[in-house]
């Protein structure tokens, strides 16, 4: 066993941080934020906002990529533009971003079953043409 892992073991408020942080990952992942998109959103929802510059520090992401974590997490729209100067990002409430999610999915599937609908007519009608 290694040191850190005996810390861990030893210090339960530390083990019980890592394990909420260990959830939020997982439950920012089922709503499609990769790991990186993560750590930034919850960076910025537990510090508030902050420049590209200020983050990529904190997090250790070259800056470069966080520029391009930044953008992507604004078409997810779970982080906003603050137009300050310099800009700085900041979180959009979890809340928001989640019933946003679920409103993109739920117009997903609505387009889907259209698609299903229209398919389904068509090969109906294929079917009548064909026969005649």
Known sequence: MKIRDQIYLEEEPVLEGFKILENSFTLLSKFGLSPNQSKVY?????????????????????????????KTLQQKQC????????MKFGPVPIENFLQTTI?????KIKNLEEILFALRKFKKSWHLAKDA
């Open 42 to 70: 919850l960076s910025l929802s537990k510090d508030g906002p902050r420049t590209a510059s200020q983050l990529s520090k904190v997090l250790d992401i070259p800056r470069t990529e966080m520029y391009h974590l930044l």
């Open 79 to 86: 982080v906003i533009t603050i137009n300050e100067k310099p």
């Open 103 to 107: 409103n993109i999915e739920k117009n």
